[in-house]
């Protein structure tokens, strides 16, 4: 059974950065690509960031690039969002998503698995 754990959200004013953190068990997260959705209320869950599982290869959902950052350490089975220059609008709950592929996955649909999500909220 795979589980994926977010930690890392919190409250931070417009400018300010957090980091989450995904720590999986279950499985080696080493032939598994991984990405970050987010969901603000009343929206649907959207894409934010994916990393290949080797980690060579990310990419970002045009509303992030440049301010948020994907990352993994495959030895401590764990994935990361760091996120810079925050805007209210990047509220949501984040949540983490793995599944099994070398190359990376920018879809809801192609995610096998899901943690329970991590609230981030930004004030201006």
């Known amino acids: 059974q795979v589980q994926l754990v977010e930690s890392g959200g919190g409250l931070v004013q417009a400018g300010g950065s957090l980091r989450l953190s995904c720590a999986v068990s279950g499985r080696t997260i080493g032939n598994y690509a991984m990405g970050w959705f987010r969901q603000a209320p009343g929206n649907e869950r959207e894409f934010v960031a994916a990393i290949s599982s080797s980690g060579g290869s990310t990419y970002y959902a045009d509303s992030v690039k440049g301010r948020f950052t994907i990352s993994r350490d495959n030895a401590k089975n764990t994935e990361y969002l760091q996120m810079n220059i925050l805007k209210p609008e990047d509220t949501a709950v984040y949540y983490c998503?793995?599944?099994?592929?070398?190359?990376?996955?920018?879809?809801?649909?192609?995610?096998?698995?899901w943690g329970q999500g991590t609230q981030v909220t930004v004030t201006s």
């Open positions: 998503a793995a599944t099994p592929a070398f190359g990376f996955a920018l879809t809801r649909d192609a995610y096998n698995y």
